[in-house]
Every structure is written in C-alpha cells, then in structure tokens.
C-alpha cells in the first residue's frame, strides 16, 4: 500500500490562505516543499488539515471527482503523472544501471577518446550516425537521434582530424535540412520536428570552412588508400589487406557527407544552374553507396540498449543523455534505423533528389502541377518534399527564381483555353480596360495556384484534408471568373463581334475546380477511409458527376481553342494571298481527354459491380444505430458544399437519381453485371489505343483485365448462392481494386 501524504493548510497574514503540501510519512518536508517560496514558508503558520481532508473525500461516491472549473476533462485528458515512467518521458533515466555521462565527463573519465582511433571505430562511429540522421528525418527529434552521439555536442574537443570534421559535417547537414524543411513549410508534427533543443549547430565555422576540412581528410585518406594497395605480383599480407579495405571504407563514407552536404549547399543557391550543379553531385554521391553497403562489417558493432528503443550502445554514443531536455511527456521511443537499411535509404533519397532537380525542365503551370502530383505519389521524405517546393519557388517569389507566376498562369491559360484576352491578335489584347480586368484575375489566381502546389508537398493524409478547405477559394475565384468573362464578353462584341469571350477563364477555373474533387474523392480509397458499403456511391459521384463534368469542361476547352485557331488562320490567310499547307495538329487536351474517358468507365464499372454483389447479399452492412447512410454519405461530401459549379449533390437527389425503379424492367444483378463488364472493357479498349502508354495506363489496364472475367462470370451466376463476401486487391491500383470471389 502507498503511504497516504498529511496534507496541511497554511494560516498567514494579513488574510488566511489555504496551502495544500504533501508530507511523506517520515515527515522529510524538505523534498516536497520546494516549489513553496521561503518567504511563504516562514509566515506560515501551519495547521494539520489530514483529518478534514479524508472527510471531504469520503462524501464523494465512487467514480466522482471534484475539480476545480479550471480544470475540466480536456484538461485531465492531457494531464500526465510526474514521475510516472509510464507517463513522463524524464523517468526513462532512473530505470538504468550505468552512469550516464555528457561529452565533457566521459572525456574526463576516459570513457571517450577523441584522439588515435582506430579505423573500425571511426567506421563504426560514422554508420551510427548516419542511422540517427535518418531517424531524425523520419519524424523523431534531434535530441534522440543526432545529438545521442556525444561527438557532435563539442566537435572543438576532437582532436582526430577525420571525425571532427564529420562531426561538423554532419552538424552542418542537419542545419540545412532543418533551414529547408522550415522554409518549405510543407511538413507536421508527425513529419518533422525542427527543434534543436540548444544545441550549437557548427554555426561558428563557414560551410565552406567544413567542406574544405572534408576535403583535406578525404585526400589524405586517398594517399592512405594508394600506399595500402596491393602491387603487381606482390605477396599481400591479410593484414595489410584488412587496413587497405578499412581505410577505403572510411574514404568513401567521409567523401559521400561532403558531397550531400555540397549538394545541399548547392540548393541554397538562387540561380536555377546551381540544381544542375546539385543533381551531379548526388550522382557522383550514389556512386559510393554499393561500396559503403559491402563495407558495414569493417565498423565496430554496437549493443542493443536495455531500455526501450532499440537504441545501440557504443563508444560515443549514448541514448539517455538528452532525456532531461524532452518535454514531460509521454515517452516516445526513437528507434534507430539499422545499418543495413541506412545505405538503402540514402539511395531512395538521392533518386528522389534526382527527381527533384527534373522539374526545372518543365515550363507550363499544368505540367508542374502533374510533376507535384506524380512526386507525391511515391510518398517521399520531408527533405525531398521541402526541397522540391523551394526549388520551384525561390526566396524572391519567382518560379525557378525567373519566372513570375502570373506569367506562368497566362502560358497556362493560352494553353488551356486560348481566351481571346491573351492572344496577341485580338483588339482586346492591347485595350487597356480588358487588360486591367484579365490582371487582375490572373493576380487573385496566384495566391491559390502557390497555395495548391504547396498542398502537394504536404504528406497524403494531410494533402486530402488541405484539399477540402481549397475548395473554398477556387470558388471564389470561380466567381470572379465568370463576372471578367462576362464584361470582356460585353466589351469584345462592340470591337469584333465575330469573337465571342463566353466561359473562358470560368472553364480554366472549373477545370481545376474538378480536378480538386476528383482527386480529394479519389485518395480516400489509397488512405483506406471508405468502409466496402461506402463504395458505390464514391464510385457513382466520380463516374456519373465530376467525371462527366470534366469531359464537358476538356470538350468546351478544345472547341474554344479550335475556334480561335480558326479565327487566326482566317486573318493570316487574309493578309497572305499563299496557299499553304494544312498540317494536321495533335490537339493539346486530347490525351486528358482519353485518360478521363478511361476512368469514367472504371467508376461507372465498380458502381454497378457494387450495386449487383449488394442485390445479391455480398456486401457487409453495419447496423446504423447512432448515424444513418445520409449522414456518412453527407460527412464524405461535405467539402463540395463551397462550390457553386459544379453544384454538390445531396443524398436526395443521389437517391432519385440512382433509383433503379425508374427503369421498366428495374436490371437485376445479373444485367448490373454485365453492363459492369461492359465498361471495364470499354476503358481497356480506350487504354490499349493510346501510344506510348506511361506506367498509370499498364496500372489501369492490370485491374480491367481481371474485372472483366470476374464480372462476366458473376454475370452467368457463378457462385450466387454462397454468402462469402467479396475482396478487393488495391495492390495493382490505388483507386480501382480487382474483385476477387472466393
């Protein structure tokens, strides 16, 4: 049993005052009473209250609690117990046998050298540490991760050239990544956590200063490596062998830190040639990481720590000595990635870092909004997320720090749409009325289309939220759009009213509108947020409603492009009396417009395939006691409550106009079926048609294939009577699964 505390009240003057102060048994105030000032302590004058007390606590039932108003549930919910070391994250240090030392006492104690160590400790020194770098850029803090190496606390205190220079190297690379990911603001707290809890990050030495040391250490390390190499016909020593590996090993690893860090650096740089410049030294970085991979074994090997985390235990590390700096919390375990994996990682990073230096080579808005779209796909690091949103917009506001976004949203627009506002032989083009309304739409649009990139570097679960608050500003600017249509549509009917300026940018804006939706319906099958009942009516909102919408709006896009064309060819043609050739022209929308077919008969194809396995009792319903499916079905669609165009449709409507009763004879499964079937086959003859199919065409075609069989089977009533319920393989596509009857 606890010992129950004495509790005591304090009578002071010039009004009485209660105090309460736990007491143990033994009556050792002098613990407890810190937090008490000694002034208070000496006015006191204390009264035993332990009796009243017990009282008071025995008029409350079981399962009461008084509390103070201050204190409600929101508050007792993130309470924690001090000193609990379930609960409080500065206990994990007691449960240890061993002292645990800072930088400073361990070289006093000798428990550290920092001076003449040998190769497999450096080696062994430098894995770990890459192992508690990427921890850290995986989501953990930097005073569980970096800083449990007691080498980067001080690197002034090195004396061995080589790893006081990667211990600043390493401090400097953190410094950066941190400088990045902030600037980026594209991470969470369950992505990143920035703080550096005091820590000095070598920001009393240049980068240049610490790439130059690197340098010097991997040069002297070059000459150890040649004068070890085995010669022509030479008897070779095993020993002499061992060294010559050991010292390569540690050559390549100092080498790769100089490099990424150089290529960080080199990120920092305005110009857009400093990326070409950052994408060949990442290159030249991947080069070393097969060898660094082969030559693990040459490090020394740590021992797993005996508390929790998996933490490893070796000379210059020690997992505990920061834990007085975390916030009394609940104990988070930050467990250190092993080093086989480390080398993997980096390769992983150095690709998409690769991949990050590509976008510079597109020019047009759409084209970087596809580029952020497919990047986000593979899930990528905050690093490579952060540096990807800075490399395209600069510090200065610029794209690729030349070009300025409202450029980039006119090119789009001409693109897109070719609104007779932007094109150069309309008189609207140099009218300066026209010229001040399509600014300042193209002005008001810059905010949002930074904004939606920014989303993009967001990870996948946040991205779907950041999406459906979006939405509230392209509708705005789905407003105004349509108010400069109408008044550059006034304006253009007095000067040529051959041209007509009807819906241009309000389909450019709309476009996009849908393109959000889409994509925010879309991801809730990767994130695994529909239940298998919920199923049909995502599916029908996307084939029947935004799909069908968005092949109006490519349609409406192309012929407003067409008609302009027409117009300019008729006034070239007016001026030239040559004849000249007509060439037939790939038109610009034309493969978006394949893909959306494509996809509308994916969902009309899983709608129908989900409305017949319902009819025949193979869908799980849960019992609705709390909610209803008007309510779920409202909760998923409640983003598109903003938007205006396309107008949301309520689950009223949806029922109406989903009611199979309306059809005289109402299908049955087996009809479902085989229309289900019909569209699956549909989408892979589209698919099979477009050259140069990219990998989403394959993922597509790999879920249609197998659909139609299973469909067509269902169709001729295989296995109807048995009550197993149907699975879904997302494996080959994120949004549109294989039906598999068991």
């Known amino acids: 049993m ?417 609104p007779p506002v932007l094109s150069y032989k309309c008189c609207l083009f140099n009218n300066h009325q026209a010229k001040d309304y399509s600014d300042s739409f193209v002005t008001h649009c810059s905010r949002p289309f930074c904004s939606l990139i920014q989303i993009h570097g967001h990870n996948r679960a946040r991205q779907r939220d950041k999406l459906g608050h979006i939405l509230e500003e392209f509708a705005t600017l789905q407003d105004e759009a349509e108010k400069v249509d109408a008044a550059l549509h006034s304006l253009l009917m007095k000067l040529e009213p051959q041209r007509q300026h009807l819906a241009c940018l309000g389909t450019w804006i709309l476009y996009h509108n849908l393109r959000i939706m889409i994509q925010y319906l879309l991801s809730g099958f990767e994130l695994e947020l529909y239940s298998m009942h919920e199923y049909y009516y995502i599916y029908w909102y996307l084939s029947e409603f935004l799909y069908a919408w968005l092949m109006s709006t490519l349609s409406r896009a192309d012929s407003s492009q067409m008609a302009e064309e027409r117009i300019t060819e008729e006034q070239v043609k007016g001026r030239s009396s040559k004849k000249t050739k007509k060439k037939k022209k790939v038109r610009p929308l034309s493969k978006e417009i394949t893909m959306s077919q494509a996809y509308q008969n994916m969902c009309a194809g899983m709608y129908k395939t989900m409305v017949a396995l319902d009819m025949d009792g193979k869908v799980r319903k849960p019992q609705f006691e709390l909610d209803s499916e008007q309510v779920r079905y409202e909760h998923r669609f409640a983003p598109f409550n903003s938007v205006v165009t396309p107008p949301p449709v309520h689950y009223i409507q949806f029922k109406e106009m989903s009611d199979l009763r309306k059809y005289n004879p109402p299908p049955g499964s087996a009809d479902l079926y085989m229309a289900a079937s019909k569209h699956f086959q549909q989408a892979k003859l589209i698919l099979e048609n477009v050259p140069c199919p990219d990998p989403e065409v394959n993922r597509i075609l790999k879920v249609a294939k197998p659909n139609i069989v299973v469909t067509k089977l269902l169709a001729g009533g295989h296995k109807k009577e048995t009550k197993v319920l149907p699975e879904f393989d997302f494996s080959a596509h994120k949004y549109f699964p294989v039906v598999k009857i068991i």
């Open 2 to 418: 606890r010992p129950v505390p004495t509790v005591r009240a304090a009578v002071g003057e010039p009004r009485e005052s209660t105090m309460v102060m736990k007491s143990a048994v033994d009556d050792d105030d002098a613990g407890w009473g810190l937090g008490i000032p000694e002034k208070m302590r000496n006015n006191a004058n204390w009264v035993d209250i332990t009796h009243e007390f017990k009282g008071a606590c025995k008029e409350l039932n079981l399962g009461e609690l008084l509390h103070d108003k201050l204190f409600g549930l929101f508050e007792a919910m993130s309470a924690i117990e001090m000193m609990d070391p379930k609960m409080d994250a500065g206990m994990i240090g007691n449960q240890v046998n061993r002292k645990v030392l800072n930088f400073e006492q361990a070289i006093k104690e000798g428990a550290i050298k920092v001076k003449d160590l040998s190769l497999p400790e450096l080696i062994g020194i430098i894995d770990t540490s890459f192992c508690c770098l990427i921890t850290w850029l995986e989501g953990h803090s930097l005073a569980q991760t970096v800083f449990t190496c007691l080498y980067v606390h001080n690197p002034d205190l090195i004396e061995e050239p080589a790893l006081k220079a990667f211990a600043l190297g390493i401090l400097k690379v953190c410094d950066i990544a941190r400088e990045k990911v902030n600037k980026a603001a594209v991470f969470e707290e369950e992505d990143f956590q920035a703080m550096t809890y005091g820590f000095k990050m070598a920001n009393n030495v240049s980068d240049l200063r610490v790439t130059g040391m690197l340098k010097d250490v991997e040069d002297e390390l070059q000459r150890k490596v040649k004068s070890t190499r085995s010669r022509q016909g030479e008897q070779r020593d095993p020993e002499m062998e061992q060294e010559h590996q050991q010292y390569l090993a540690l050559f390549n690893r100092i080498k790769f830190t100089r490099l990424l860090l150089t290529a960080l650096i080199t990120f920092t740089k305005k110009e857009t040639s400093s990326v070409g410049e950052a994408q060949k030294l990442v290159v030249q970085a991947a080069d070393l990481l097969s060898a660094m991979h082969s030559s693990i074994q040459h490090g020394i090997q740590s021992q797993n720590d005996t508390t929790k985390g998996d933490h490893p235990i070796m000379m210059g590390f020690e997992p505990l000595v920061n834990q007085r700096l975390l916030p009394p919390t609940f104990p988070r375990y930050a467990k250190i990635i092993k080093r086989e994996d480390m080398v993997a990682y980096f390769s992983k990073l150095i690709e998409r870092i690769k991949t990050v230096c590509d976008v510079i080579n597109t020019t047009n808005l759409h084209g970087i909004l596809d580029f952020f779209c497919e990047f986000s796909e593979q899930s990528p690091c905050v690093l490579s997320r952060s540096l990807l949103q800075t490399t395209f917009l600069i510090d200065n506001k610029k794209v690729f720090g030349t070009h300025l976004m409202q450029d980039m949203i006119k090119d789009a627009l001409r693109y897109f749409v070719s």
